[in-house]
């Protein structure tokens, strides 16, 4: 393998022909699907209700059995290997996290690594690194009881379990659906950074357009039976909507949309005074001052973000305490500028600070940096029209199909997404 492709740990699969006829049905949940998925890449599934995502989704891990047609994972054909064996190396997430009440936080995250015989010291310290992953603290949280949680943290558990023991392949269904749009914002980026670390391959269940647009490699929009009515990347899905169903289950505004495809790490993020606990008030005040700021993020000594100080606050205080403000508008640096604009209308803030890996302070972004990116890419859109690339538009798969079929006959797939590139502009 060259290089390039150890990077990614994920598997390829291909549904070939895929059937799922449940009994009494008159017609297919899923009705021969043929769906490649690359490598390392995210996929999202969207489609209306009862249209066939979650069947599809557990026939990857065969959790229900296809009537007919073959998975194939990374060349390998799964359709009869032992199911338990193949779930093992599947993670799986469910809404809600989907934890055993009974277990503590550690003990749900374990379960796979136990089935596998790991031992003891190997399991307790790849379940600190998974909770430290997703930003959740081992030693407050490791021991807890699933009820004693918030909604937001228990998904973080349930991404965590699904990622123990290393699988390439994350199944994911709905897995933010049922909590607030700024945890699900915070939890999509979370994400988003996990699999900037790990590259595996994701398949994602969704309801909410805006989500597979900001979280998709590659977006598969369904119809009734599982029917593949356009399989795009984001850009193209919104440019270019396939037919009317797309362009309906996109729904309106679509110029808002760049909101939704600009990140908060495509734009130039303002500099802003940074501060420690324990520091001189007056001292924080003359920096602030001298660089013609209106404010200080005081950071902790991880360097995370824990409140913002302004000039009067700092005039009044002796020493910068450590005080956690909640309300603190915060973003991910892989935030859709669509989510920044959200966070600060919820905090009734202009600005909201910007972090990046495990939480690290990067900056401040602004409401006029927002305007300002949207007009450029609009510009820029408007330039560019008339140079869409063709040919994976066509609402059938011909391209990323023909890597999966190479894949399967035992040709080397893996640099399946890094090939896809070259067809489409980086996000
Ligand atoms: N065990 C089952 N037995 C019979 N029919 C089923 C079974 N499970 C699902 N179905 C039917 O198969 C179709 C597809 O269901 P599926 O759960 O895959 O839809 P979905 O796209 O995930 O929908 P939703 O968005 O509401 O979750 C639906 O018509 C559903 O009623
Ligand atoms: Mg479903």
């Known amino acids: ?87 093992r190396r599947i993670g799986y997430v469910i809404q809600a996290g989907g934890l055993f009440p009974h277990m503590t936080v550690a003990a749900n995250i374990a379960i796979v690594p136990k089935m596998l015989g790991w031992d003891k010291a190997k399991i307790a310290a790849r379940v600190d690194e998974l909770l430290e992953l997703v930003s959740l603290d081992p030693s407050i949280y490791r021991d807890r009881y699933p009820k004693e949680l918030s909604g937001g943290q228990q998904q973080r558990v349930g991404v965590a379990r699904a990622l123990a023991a290393d699988p390439p392949v994350l199944l994911m269904d709905e897995p933010f659906g049922a909590v607030d749009p700024i945890t699900r914002q915070r939890l999509q980026d979370e994400l988003l950074n996990i699999q900037s670390e790990v590259q595996k391959t994701i398949v994602m269940v969704t309801h909410d357009f805006d989500e597979a647009v900001k979280l998709g490699d590659w977006i598969a929009v369904f ?11 984001p850009e193209r899905v919104l440019a270019n909507p396939a037919n009317e169903f797309v362009e309906n289950f996109i729904g309106s505004g679509a110029g808002l949309k760049q909101l939704t495809l600009t990140r908060v790490n495509q734009v130039k993020l303002n500099e802003a005074v940074t501060a420690l606990p324990g520091e001189l008030a007056s001292d924080v005040l003359s920096r602030v001052q001298g660089a013609g700021q209106p404010l200080a993020v005081v950071l902790d000594k991880r360097r995370r973000p824990v409140r913002r100080l302004t000039r009067r606050q700092l005039s009044r205080l002796q020493i910068v305490d450590d005080t956690i403000d909640e309300s603190m508008p915060v973003v991910g640096d892989q935030a859709t500028l669509n989510d920044a604009l959200d966070t600060m209308l919820v905090a009734s803030s202009e600005t909201a600070v910007v972090t990046g890996r495990r939480d690290a302070f990067l900056g401040v972004i602004n409401v006029q940096t927002i305007m300002e990116a949207i007009s450029a890419a609009n510009a820029a859109a408007a330039e560019a029209e008339g140079d869409a690339p063709v040919g994976l538009n066509s609402g059938a798969i011909p391209a990323i199909a023909i890597e999966g079929a190479l894949a399967a006959n035992g040709h080397d797939g893996g640099n399946t997404s890094e090939d896809l590139q070259d067809v489409e502009e980086p996000r």
């Open 1 to 87: 393998m060259s290089e390039t492709t150890d990077a990614i740990t994920g598997a390829s699969i291909l549904l070939d022909e895929v059937t799922k006829q449940y009994p009494g049905q008159t017609r297919p949940a899923v009705g021969g699907l043929t769906l490649e998925i690359p490598a390392g890449s995210i996929v999202m599934f969207v489609g209306p209700s009862g249209c066939g995502k979650t069947t599809t989704l557990k026939m990857i891990n065969r959790l229900i059995e296809p009537s007919s047609g073959k998975i194939v994972i990374n060349g390998e054909d799964v359709t009869k290997m032992d199911g338990d064996t193949l779930r």
């Open 223 to 233: 119809d009734e039976g599982a029917q593949l009515v356009q399989y795009d990347s």
